[in-house]
Nanobody, 120 residues
Framework: QVQLVESGGGLVQAGGSLRLSCAAS????????MGWYRQAPGKQRELVAA???????NYADSVKGRFTISRNNAKNTVYLQMNSLKPEDTAVYYC??????????????WGQGTQVTVSS
């Protein structure tokens, strides 16, 4: 079994910062891509940022220059530093890992989600 556990969400004023963390544990052979998605009420889940095991990153246009994704491969952990937060960043943020388990199953795993609320 594989688990992704997120932490770091909360309530912050516009212009503030938050840092999200997500640790993957369990029967993991390797993790290729780790990323963060978000889903606001009434909207589809969208990619926020992703990072490969080699450190290549990809960001949604709406967060470029404000959010930074990073990763600790040794700890199977991914981080999302969110600065200059805006009310439109309010959403449930989900951690995602595309990984291969020790049973050699490759697929996507998700965390339970953490709420980020930005007040104006």
């Amino acid at each position: 079994q594989v688990q992704l556990v997120e932490s770091g969400g909360g309530l912050v004023q516009a212009g503030g910062s938050l840092r999200l963390s997500c640790a993957a544990s369990g029967s993991i052979f390797s993790i290729n891509v780790m990323g963060w998605y978000r889903q606001a009420p009434g909207k589809q889940r969208e990619l926020v940022a992703a990072i490969t095991s080699g450190g290549s990153t990809n960001y949604a246009d709406s967060v470029k220059g404000r959010f930074t994704i990073s990763r600790n491969n040794a700890k199977n952990t991914v981080y999302l530093q969110m600065n200059s937060l805006k009310p439109e960043d309010t959403a449930v943020y989900y951690c995602n890992a595309h990984l291969t388990s020790r049973g050699y199953y490759t697929g996507d795993y998700w965390g339970q989600g953490t709420q980020v609320t930005v007040s104006s």
